[in-house]
């Protein structure tokens, strides 16, 4: 039996449950005899290149455990799109360290550099398991039911637009809520999991699956106002006209690209402050209020699903069973299996690689400013157990004695 030493990275954007994925291949590894070592890359592929590896050997089950429970990545990440050349850098080092088994934790691009690496050991004849584990708040990886990370992420967008709604019910106005999601509504929509009461908001949710006119929104802002007397608005990041251009960027041409070469759309309030002052001036309603998400659903300390934390210490503990127990490389999916449960299956990492997943068209209302009894079921199971709820005072008039007319 050859002695097996496992490099684990974690890449994108942090999250709540992703070091639950972490430690699940660490203490899985490590009740495997062959493993030897078990190697974290600090700071993602960037850390493998400059060869800045930990040894997770070393750490204790206990403080595994407490580093498991933990939001964001332990590791640290980057926002490396590495190339062909890139990952020709990675297998170098792979190969000098005598890696033998690579976990890489994270969305589209990490799958999709972890097919290069393992298409760069394969002609070369090198024995190198590559094996992806799913990670994304934004839920767009294809042939998975969800993603971890995801839920938390769901968890927190829902309870936050619960709140919003409550404040704006005592102080009506307008509110809109700008969330990540580039291409991927499933973030956004994870607002409507906060209603409770048939006029409670949010009472419009925009999504990058479908196309935005300016004008159409404007007329529902005013639309909803009349009707509630206020309006509570839940906007994707990634709203975009028929063109495709996104809407942040047709409103503010100035917007920073990140290293990807796209508009920089979260990190700033330009899209709810542009939007909020349209509101104003073309409405002519008075208090209208915006926020923009950015980064806090990510990795929100007090908002995990106890759901996404149990499946992401899954899909680590399955990774390293079909890395040790197959003989192909591939990229872990769950799949849904009755009302609520789950399954893993490897995919292969073409399938995946590169890939992005939207919103299917059943869970979108035919409005297009809503969604459907279908979506509300979909993720009601994801956002875990302890959902707090909201309630209201009967109305119960008193009779009016000075102005009874």
Do not use: W
């Not at 042939?143 to 992420?153: E, L, Q, V």
């Amino acid at each position: 039996m050859n002695p097996a030493k496992i490099l684990i990275a974690q890449g994108g954007g942090p999250t709540a449950v992703i070091n639950q994925s972490l430690v699940g291949v660490v203490l899985e590894a490590r009740r495997h005899r062959q493993v030897h070592s078990v190697y974290g890359a600090r700071h993602g592929m960037r850390g493998i290149v400059g060869e800045d590896f930990v040894d997770l050997t070393q750490e204790t089950s206990h403080n595994l455990e407490l580093v498991a429970q933990t939001p964001s990545s332990a590791l640290g990440s980057t926002r490396d799109k590495p190339d062909t050349a890139y990952c020709h850098q990675i297998f170098s080092v792979l190969k000098a360290h005598g890696i033998t088994h690579f976990f890489n934790i994270g969305g589209n691009d990490s799958s999709d550099a972890l097919r290069i690496v393992a298409d760069e050991a394969h002609a070369a004849g090198y024995p190198l398991r590559c094996i992806h584990i799913p990670k994304t708040i934004d839920n767009d990886l294809v042939c998975n039911d969800h993603t971890p990370g995801f839920p938390s992420a769901a968890r927190f967008v829902a309870q936050a637009f619960a709140g919003a709604n409550l404040d704006n019910a005592a102080l009506p106005g307008v509110y809109l809520g700008v969330v990540m999601g580039r291409h991927a509504g499933f973030l956004t929509a994870a607002s409507a999991l906060g209603k409770k009461f048939a006029d409670d908001g949010p009472h419009l949710i925009y999504l990058p699956e479908r196309v935005f006119e300016l004008e159409r929104f404007l007329a529902d802002v005013k639309t909803m106002y009349e009707r509630y007397g206020r309006c509570v608005i839940a906007v994707s990041e990634g709203i975009h006209d028929a063109s495709g251009q996104a809407i942040a960027a047709q409103l503010a041409k100035d917007l920073e690209r990140d290293a990807h070469g796209n508009v920089q759309l979260s990190g700033n309030g330009a899209l709810a402050d542009l939007l909020c002052e349209e509101i104003k001036t073309r409405l002519k309603i008075k208090r209208v209020r915006g926020d923009t998400f950015g980064y806090l659903q990510r990795s929100f300390i007090g908002c995990v699903s106890d759901v996404d934390q149990r499946e992401a210490r899954e899909v680590g503990e399955k990774a390293v069973q079909f890395a040790f127990h197959g003989d192909r490389d591939g990229s872990v999916a769950i799949k849904r299996t009755g009302f609520y449960s789950v399954d893993y299956e490897l995919m292969p990492l073409a399938a995946v690689a590169g890939k992005t997943r939207v919103m299917e068209d059943e869970f979108i209302a035919a409005s297009g400013t809503d969604v459907t009894d279908a979506f509300r079921l979909y993720l009601r199971p994801l956002l875990g157990s302890g959902m707090p709820d909201a309630f209201r005072l009967r109305p119960n008039p008193v009779a009016k004695v000075l102005n009874n007319a």
